[in-house]
């Protein structure tokens, strides 16, 4: 299973602690928030003290009028708003605003804030001895400029939320921009296009990278190149020596005819054949791991495919058994180099005429979904062994003279095309027999 991205991973581990952090503020500047607020309400409560302090000259003398000038200090028919008593030397309401209680608040007769059920009361002496002032603020509304003073000061700051974490989505695809950009030029190269990728201009860390990729991209050119012409040289250095011991060999196999060593001179012509057949089989997977399958061409399969069959069916083992299904259209366009897909197509019958049963017909089928199926009779391979197959010198049975070449060839070819070889057996709807799957990719 896949992990993310790392696109997603970085706008992860920023927006999470971008909102940590944003969190851990908003708690910081509610928490200052409420202790501001409650300095500032404090702060008006002893206010409003100190203002009814002067109107207790002629509290005993004048009440009314104290109580005429206190309304303007604090608005009493309002139940949230401010409350004050003036309490006398034994205890009793000398005077309050109309939305204070009619008994005196239970608070200490010393100077201070005083919290008590529904109040927070402040008291202190008055310009009268024996008396006192307690302004009282109904807990309800200090509980309301709280929550809404908090909810001015965080609010904002979570409603942001959102749009930071848009913000950081794209700044790191913006950032991003230029690894996809690196990435689809290195997507670009194959076996058959190793060229050095242009300047970009990419960040310093990316840069180095790009720097890496080309002096890869040249020791890969170099590499492929020198087997390129390993495969080309060996074709001449391998044929030429195999072929003149084995023209000697049947002239001496002739003149042997009729002797004792008429049998031993046969077995050594058909081991040098064999020899023959094993290099070239070399020569052809060594052309396949060089890449040389990548070079592009169109190709018809089709015309590929009859050359072929009309050359096995010459052959006194194959003849009639080659039976060919077209369901495509008149032409079947692959992208490739001609003798390579040849060589393909080549190993694939050779392969079904070696191991397969030799009174069963060898079918190949074109199919219209870019699909060549090969198949042939014979006893089923274990599912254990199918994919096995695809590996150089492995062979499905020990009968035959093959050296297990053959699929290892058409696999790499295969894949160096952007296609697939798929091995199955017993062949889907059959007890037994053997099929190879050919899927071509769509021709650029």
């Known amino acids: 299973m896949a992990?993310?991205?790392?696109?997603?991973?970085?706008?992860?581990?920023?927006?999470?602690?971008?909102?940590?952090?944003?969190?851990?503020?908003?708690?910081?500047?509610?928490?200052?928030?409420?202790f501001e607020v409650n300095e500032r309400l404090d702060d008006a409560i002893e206010e409003v003290a100190q203002r009814l302090l002067p109107a207790t000259y002629d509290a005993v003398q004048q009440p009314q009028a104290m109580q005429q000038m206190a309304r303007h200090l604090v608005a009493t028919m309002d139940p949230k708003a401010l409350a004050y008593q003036i309490i006398g030397p034994a205890g009793e309401i000398v005077m309050r605003s109309d939305n204070a209680p009619e008994t005196p608040f239970q608070v200490p007769r010393q100077t201070g804030f005083h919290d008590v059920p529904r109040y927070r009361v402040y008291s202190q002496p008055a310009a009268v001895d024996g008396f006192f002032i307690e302004v009282a603020e109904p807990s309800v509304h200090r509980s309301e400029s709280l929550r809404r003073t908090a909810a001015l000061t965080v609010g904002p700051l979570l409603l942001f939320l959102p749009l930071s974490w848009f913000l950081i989505r794209l700044a790191v695809f913006r950032s991003m921009r230029s690894l996809d950009q690196l990435r689809?030029?290195?997507?670009?190269?194959?076996g058959s296009n190793l060229s050095q990728i242009p300047y970009m201009d990419l960040p310093t860390e990316l840069a180095s990278m790009?720097?890496?990729v080309n002096r890869l991209l040249e020791r890969l050119e170099r590499a492929l190149a020198t087997e390129r012409q390993f495969a080309a040289n060996s074709a001449h250095e391998l044929r030429t020596p195999i072929a003149a011991v084995l023209a000697q060999m049947q002239l001496l196999s002739a003149q042997l005819a009729g002797t004792q060593h008429a049998e031993r001179a046969a077995r050594i012509v058909n081991q040098i054949k064999g020899l023959s057949s094993l290099a070239e089989k070399l020569l052809q997977l060594s052309r396949a791991g060089a890449g040389v399958g990548m070079l592009r061409e169109r190709i018809d399969m089709l015309t590929v495919l009859q050359v072929l069959v009309d050359e096995f069916r010459r052959r006194e083992d194959v003849g009639d058994r080659l039976v060919v299904t077209a369901e495509c259209p008149d032409e079947f366009i692959v992208q490739g180099e001609l003798d390579v897909l040849g060589i393909t197509l080549r190993n694939l019958i050779e392969n079904a005429i070696r191991y397969g049963a030799p009174d069963e017909p060898i079918e190949i089928v074109v199919e219209r979904g870019r699909q060549i199926r090969l198949l042939?009779?014979?006893a089923?391979?274990?599912?254990?062994?199918?994919?096995?197959?695809k590996k150089p010198f492995v062979r499905g049975s020990s009968v035959g003279?093959?050296?297990?070449?053959?699929l290892a060839i058409v696999d790499s070819v295969m894949k160096q095309i952007g296609g697939s070889l798929t091995l199955i057996s017993p062949v889907i709807g059959r007890g037994s027999g053997f099929e190879a799957r050919l899927v071509f990719p769509e021709p650029n």
């Open 3 to 34: 992990g993310r991205s790392l696109v997603s991973r970085l706008i992860w581990m920023l927006a999470s602690s971008m909102a940590g952090l944003w969190l851990l503020g908003s708690v910081a500047a509610g928490v200052l928030t409420v």
């Open 210 to 212: 790009l720097v890496a």
């Open 184 to 190: 689809s030029e290195i997507g670009r190269r194959d």
């Open 376 to 378: 042939n009779g014979g």
């Open 401 to 406: 003279a093959g050296g297990g070449l053959g």
């Open 380 to 389: 089923p391979v274990p599912t254990e062994t199918l994919e096995t197959l």
